[in-house]
């Protein structure tokens, strides 16, 4: 079981679709993550959230929208999504800067 | 050149084998530095941290070398529970991490 609980778990989007991915902790973690992780390849990073700030944006397309509305929780906003972003998304939290990442187990995500 | 590098791999050993991992970082900023360990179509966890001292848990042993800007994970008597990708991760002061690429390692009756 992961203390950090990721929903949905699997997502099917048109294109011209809007969805959103959830992510929440409840360990007092106060900076939260957002990978994407295509298969074989290691999570390659999108967002992070510092004290529900956002520290650092990976040059992510616009069509990808965090917001993280409290401590606990982080969203991911989706729109018109290509093809190319189908992959599996996830979310991370940690309690500072010399701990370690604790990961959600994801939400597959698959673009039609 | 990437800030993270690590092995290749596949590394395919024996029951009983020992394998060792390296991974090398090009920022000497970096702060903390971790082993994850992901299985297929999972999430990573947690295998250990990494520390200046070296760290053992078990069968396992991560050292760090902060001159050479090196980690390592050594896995004594592999397991076939021990096939999975582990992957290097190195942190930073405003909370940025980055990870390697990741090594496959397949554990053979």
């Known amino acids: 079981d992961t203390e950090v609980t990721q929903t949905p778990k699997h997502l099917v989007m048109g294109m011209t679709n809007k969805k959103s991915l959830k992510c929440e902790q409840h360990m007092g973690h106060r900076a939260m993550y957002w990978y994407k992780q295509k298969a074989k390849k290691p999570p390659e990073l999108m967002f992070v959230y510092s004290y529900e700030k956002l520290s650092i944006n990976e040059s992510v397309p616009s069509r990808f929208s965090p917001e993280c509305p409290n401590s606990s929780l982080l969203n991911l906003h989706l729109h018109a999504l290509q093809p190319e972003d189908s992959a599996l998304y996830l979310c991370a939290s940690r309690l500072g800067p010399n701990q370690p990442q604790h990961f959600g187990d994801g939400t597959r995500l698959s673009i039609l | 050149r990437k800030e993270v590098e690590q092995d290749p791999g596949p590394f395919n050993v024996p029951e009983g084998a020992t394998v060792a991992f390296n991974c090398t970082y090009s920022?000497?900023?970096?702060?903390?530095f971790f082993w994850y360990r992901q299985d297929c179509r999972k999430e990573p966890k947690l295998l250990m941290s990494v520390y200046s001292s070296g760290n053992e848990d078990g069968r396992f042993t991560a050292q760090l070398n902060r001159a050479s800007q090196y980690i390592s994970l050594l896995i004594r008597d592999s397991k076939l529970s021990d096939s999975a990708t582990y992957l290097c991760?190195?942190?930073?002061?405003?909370?940025?991490?980055?990870f390697g690429a990741g090594t496959r390692l397949t554990v053979k009756p």
């Open positions: 991760a190195v942190g930073y002061e405003n909370n940025d991490m980055r």
């Open positions: 920022n000497s900023a970096s702060q903390s």
